[in-house]
């Protein structure tokens, strides 16, 4: 397997005066009580991960839980106390101020809860400002921009400035501002908490299309669960700055790591996140005429296998027959002993 | 006892309040203290006393240190006076090159900067002045005396006012719109129509060095304050003392270290604008949301970036306000810093006020508060201005107004030639309106003033009597009688209850810095006529706030007069008040009144509007009449913005106190403007202006401590 784009390595943030030594004389046992006790405040303790190409981390935690600020080590808007990460194999930590400055005009884009637009400058302005940062023309960037604007799809609203956009529409020029230099790194912090239920959703569904298209490699912070999973490749919940469970949204339901992670995943309709390949039998007895696919999410196939008597095939994208699921099965997952799962 | 526990802060009031009044009777007043015994002129007297410091003699009058303490700083303006004067002449010398007898000489460092300053600030203002005027000086700047004898058509002709008025009218239409252009327009034929164009065009030369200059460094440092904690902690104190000097006692050292004229004027305008500009730059820094910086970070920005292309356009709107400031001071000062010899208007006005010429000084004060009126509404345009990238214009679009200019050039270099033929045996009206050559109205209004003193003169005259008699009199002679020990007991208590111990510590380093200084009398008469002033000024500015703010259109309209107001040099007050009053403390006292009821009016109004329309409902809901709602509901919210109207109330009454002393008041601005005409002045202006500052200080300190307690309790921000 290829590199991966972004490789933390025991990453620590840890607020206070003198939070550098007591990091160093605790061994990397870092416990928040004592650290609290002198002084400091535990941000990020001890966190280790891979997020390989093209793929979409979804880091989820309530507030105060150190998400937002393990993304500001990632993007070196803060410095780390400790631990490494590396971004395409470069030492974050290492660079200095124009490396840096360069990494971040070519790979990373960065999203916002508020939007943090620039209130001076329109819509197309907005967006092409990251673009002018670099030093194209300001032809160049505003034809860029216009591409941006309708990928977003603000057209007509180029020349708007951000008060006269309601939130929905702002957030899509932060988007559209994050991916004008074309990124290959997309940093999302909590980019859709601040909108209404409706809009919420519509822009995952428009995220979701973008990222289809795009294919970048994403970390994205969230406090919503069912955003989580919705969106995810791979979850990391996060508590007191510990990265609880790592996994993919399948397997965070099913086997929740902690008394912690149970409790989010106990009011989760499992037949929205499953899907069958997570609850197939590799059995592939007693097969009847229906076929389905392992990609298909239970919710959306599962009027069709409780008709059925016998067990349904499941087929990969080949169709070739890799397993088989049966109504009782179905019946057991979406209905069945929730509380003590497993 | 019971009571005692419920209300603890009301005994300790009452406590404090028993305590002073006990100190004010058990102490008498001494036999041999009379008001104002001349403590600072140093005259042999045998009731004096005297101590000695660093070789200098310091003498006053011993009175019973409960009564008054001994002014033991008394050796201060001495010694400050003695430090300049060394940093002047004797200090670190250096060898400098001296062009005219062709050999070096040595001269002390500081002279040799301030020469060098003074020399760029006069060729600046000389620059400005010339493109406006016309006349030689830049000229000989890059050649010589000589050269200029040698070459008699080498001479700035100046601009001819019709180009300037157009040209002003032309800039606001691209600016704002037609509204501005017409204002712009119309004002500058009428500074022209009325004779009064050269002596505008010296104080607009004057303000266009300034005032970009102090937006300059006020902005640069305000942006060193906010990127280190160390400069802003060092800048502060000075800051605040800064904004709550009065003007005229800034003059006093600026005469010593720069001599007299448009530049020393200049130089301290700058002094006086640049501070409000740095703190505002700082607010307007720090209100930027953390995220937008991020944004900037993560688009790539480096520092620098960061800094002009997203932190300060971010952060205009307060940085416009400085821009505000930073005018209005520039013009407050263009008629104080007439005093030590900056030409223009402002050295109309003082003169015409020096004659009791009301007529000639309401002209040159409306010109004014015209050009200050149209400067701020240009800059205001200017920082709002949008730009905007669609530019597939062709080059007479791109360009029209440059053209348009241009036209307006030749047009009017054409009128002005037309009128040398027009004109022939006059002056030439097409290019410039010699001063007193134009309409005048000063006449008009002159025999309006004498009508009106002829007619009401008895009302006028009664009024006045029963003013001073039964109100002013009893008031000096009640804030004199306090002994100054009781004095210092009261603040020094206030500010405990108030704002604790560090609260407390602070007022009284403050309190005994005047008190030990030679002029507490004096601080008193001052204390006491802005006391006045102020609450007059509140009463009015609170009732009519709160009246205007019952109708939007009304309190729209309200904070627009106080925004027309606030423009007005503060030395314009003083024309109408001498008009009617004539030069007594009655005129001061209802300048003061004026200006200062402008904060407290514009807060009471903002403070009302901040009350959360959440609350209003609420409150109609529960059924509350509008009194009720009024009463409360809306004033114990909007109370702690209103006191922030009172601490600006308490400044701008300072201001004008001192500025009263024009006319002639008893108060430490007597001693101020005295200290403007004396050789070895500049310790005492220095050292009287602190004396001013802390007062307003104090109270400042008092106030916002209040401020911040009451908000904290309500839970606002």
Partial sequence: MSEPVIKCENV?????????????????????????????????????????????????????????????????????????????????????????????????????????????????????????????????????????????????????????????????????????????????????????????????????????????????????????????????????????QLDTPANIVLNPATEYVRKFTEEVPREKVLLIEDVMEISKDNLGDLKVSKDEIIENVAEKILTQEKSVAVVDNNNNIIGSINPTKIINTVFGGRKHNN | MELLKKYPKTFQWLFLLVVFFALCFAIDVPETYKFIRGQAEFVKDPNQSSYVFLGKEVRYYAFDVFWRLPPLLGWLPIWINDSLFFLMNDWMPIEVWNEDTQEFKSRPIVLQISRNLTAFMTFLIELIREILLGGLETIVAFTSWDW???????????????????????????????????????????ISVFGQWKPSMQTLSFILVAAPLSFIFGLGLGIAAFRSKRVEKALYPILLVMQTMPQYAVLVPALVLFGVGDHAAVIITMVVAIPPMILLTLLGLRAVPP????????????NFQLMFKVLIPT????????????????????????????????????????????????????????????????????????????????????????????????????????????????????????????ISTADFWNKGVDWIFDTFFIYIKAFNTWLIQEVLQPMRALYLRMPAIATIVLVVGAGYLIGGLRSALVVCALTLFIAFSPWWDR?????????????????????????????????????????????FPSFVYLIPVMMLFGITDTSVLIAVIVYATIPATRYTIEGLRSVPAGLHDAATMSGVNKFQRLTKIEFPLAFPHMMLGINQTIVFALFMVII?????????????????????????????????????????????AYVQKRKKHLGID
């Fill in chain 2, 148 to 190: 200029i004898d040698k070459n008699p058509w080498a001479e700035l002709p100046g601009l001819p006012w019709t180009i300037v008025a157009a040209g002003a009218a032309l800039l606001s239409y691209k600016l704002s719109g037609k509204g501005l252009a017409l204002f712009a327009g119309l004002t500058m034929v009428y």
């Fill in chain 1, 12 to 244: 620590y943030k840890i607020f206070g005066a003198n939070a550098q030594k007591m990091l160093q004389d605790s061994n990397g046992n870092v416990d928040a009580k004592t650290f609290q006790e002198n002084g400091c405040i535990v941000g990020v303790n001890n966190a280790s991960f891979e997020v390989s190409k093209g793929e979409m981390l979804v880091v989820m935690g309530l507030s105060g839980s150190g998400k937002s600020t393990l993304l500001r080590c990632i993007s070196r808007l803060t410095d780390a106390t400790g631990g490494k990460i590396f971004i395409e194999g470069q030492d974050l930590l290492q660079l200095n101020n124009k490396d840096l400055i360069d990494l971040r005009r070519n790979k990373m884009g960065m999203v916002f809860q508020s939007f943090a637009l620039l209130p001076h400058k329109t819509v197309v302005e907005n967006i092409a400002f990251p673009l002018q940062i670099k030093g194209i023309k300001t032809e160049d960037s505003i034809s860029k921009a216009m591409d941006m604007v309708k990928l977003v799809g603000l057209d007509g609203r180029e020349n708007y400035f951000p008060r006269e956009l309601s939130g929905g529409q702002q957030q899509r020029v932060g988007i559209a501002r994050s991916l004008a230099v074309e990124p290959d790194i997309w940093f999302l912090d909590e980019p859709f908490s601040a909108l209404d239920p409706l809009i919420r959703k519509e822009m995952q569904d428009e995220f979701l299309r973008l990222q289809d298209k795009l294919q970048k490699t994403i970390m994205f912070i969230t406090h919503d669960f069912d955003e989580a999973l919705k969106l995810a490749d791979r979850i990391a919940i996060m508590k007191d700055g510990i990265i609880e």
């Fill in chain 2, 660 to 704: 009263g002393a024009f006319i002639g008041t008893e108060d430490l601005g007597q001693y101020i403007l005295k200290a403007l005409s004396d050789k070895k002045g500049a310790g005492i202006g220095l050292t009287l202006g602190i004396c001013v500052a802390f007062i307003a200080l104090i109270f400042d300190n008092l106030i916002r």
């Fill in chain 2, 315 to 438: 952060a205009r709107r307060d940085i416009l306000i400085g821009v505000n400031q930073v005018i209005m001071v520039c013009f407050s000062m263009a008629v104080i810093s007439a005093f030590i010899g900056a030409k223009g208007l402002g050295f109309n006005l003082l003169l015409a006020l020096n004659q009791l010429n009301i007529g000639l000084a309401l002209e040159a004060g409306l010109c004014i508060s015209l050009i200050a009126i149209l400067l701020d509404k240009m800059s205001l345009a200017w920082a709002n201005k949008q730009t905007d990238y669609f530019g597939n214009l062709t080059f007479y679009q791109r360009n029209k107004n440059l053209l348009f200019f241009g036209a307006i050039f030749v047009i009017g270099i054409v009128l002005a030639y037309i009128g040398t033929y027009l004109f022939k045996d006059t002056f030439n009206y097409l290019f410039e309106i010699p001063h007193n050559k134009g």
């Fill in chain 2, 291 to 302: 995220e937008v910086i991020e944004a900037g970070r993560m688009s790539g920005c480096t």
């Fill in chain 2, 523 to 567: 601080a008193l008469v001052t204390a006491y006529m802005a006391t006045f002033g102020v609450i007059v000024s509140c009463i009015i500015g609170f009732t009519v706030g709160t009246l205007c703010f019952q109708n939007k259109h009304s309190a729209n309209f309200m904070l627009g007069v106080c925004d027309i107001f606030q423009t």
